[in-house]
């Protein structure tokens, strides 16, 4: 069958409602989960004597070092080993705590085992950091309370890293839907073919014109565009054409780069009015049905306003715009005088 239709796609990040992650505030929440272990362990097993933590040292000295404004890196990197120090000490007092219990008895609750799993890998991974000088390492933890999120490079000004999942969204006619969900960084680029497949099965064609960002237009793509028929909005690869555009086939590109904008409007409407920017929930399956109900809502609000804009005519619709204004106004007003 003919290509019909356009398709816009981008990606996004929707994210987590977390703290930004330093290497010491880690370690600090860590160590303080580490030391509620130890007190819930030795209320269960009763010792003679308790083990010692040295909570009141670390955190003072955590305080100490958090009240600086202007932090050196010998400062930090000080204050990185002794929490390491203390941690590391806690862990060890745990697992010789746990020797001591029957394999088949579960003492700590899931909840605490959950917690005791991620500090250990919060050790070993700030541990080979700071040996190795170095702060990247591989599905980095960013937040105990939420292992599952991931730092993911942006590269934009003002908010290089954002923490939370990197959404894939097509757009069509308006209403979005979502093609890839992952808390993990990827190349949204080579998902173009799977989603244009998807297209094709869904509706019996492939997309007359798809309108997308660079990152999507690699030598592979462009070949299997160019294959399956379907334009794209982009500059061609290698030296411009000898021969100009005509004044209508200039408009036309023009437009059809412009349109791409709508897919970013989605975004932001969906942030700003919606809350996709700021996912409240903690787990990881309960995060993504957050992202998918905030995706479905942006379409059903779509949809509610081409069936309101359906019942005007433009000069009935620009009456209806004047009218909520100065109820919103007036709603306004009455809110002060009440306050």
Known sequence: MQNRGKLQIDATVADADIKYPT???LLNDSRMKSEEIVDVLYAIL???????????????????????KNKSKQQIRKCVKSQL???????????????????????????????????????????????????????????IHQP????IVRGK??????????????????????ERLSWDAFNEGQDLKSILEKYKSEKGYYPALIQVDKIYLNRENRRYL?????????KPLGRPPKEEMSAYE???????????????????????????????AKTRITAEAWIAAIIMVTNIMKILRDFLLSFFSKENF?????????????????????V
């Open 23 to 25: 290497d010491v505030d």
């Open 46 to 68: 009763k010792p003679k004597i308790k083990p010692r933590t040295y909570r009141r040292k670390a955190r003072k000295e955590y305080l100490t070092f958090a009240k600086n």
């Open 85 to 143: 120090g203390y941690l590391g000490r806690n862990l060890k007092t745990i697992e010789k705590m746990l020797k001591d219990v029957n394999p088949s008895e579960f003492v700590l609750d899931k909840k605490l085992q959950h917690y005791l799993f991620v500090i250990q890998e919060v050790y070993r991974q700030q541990l080979a950091m700071y040996k190795g000088s170095t702060h990247q390492i591989s599905d980095r933890i960013v937040n």
């Open 148 to 151: 599952h999120v991931r730092p």
């Open 157 to 178: 000004s003002g908010k290089p890293v954002e923490f939370g999942a990197k959404v894939d969204i097509s757009l069509q006619e308006g209403f979005g839907k979502i």
């Open 226 to 234: 160019k294959e399956k028929g379907i334009r794209f909005t982009g």
């Open 250 to 280: 200039k408009r036309k590109a023009k437009k059809e780069a412009a349109e791409r904008n709508q897919v970013e409007g989605y975004f932001g409407l969906s942030k700003r009015k919606y809350r996709l920017n700021r996912i409240y």
């Open 318 to 338: 620009y009456t209806f715009l004047l009218l909520k204004r100065k109820l919103t106004m007036n709603l306004k007003n009455y809110y002060l005088i009440a």
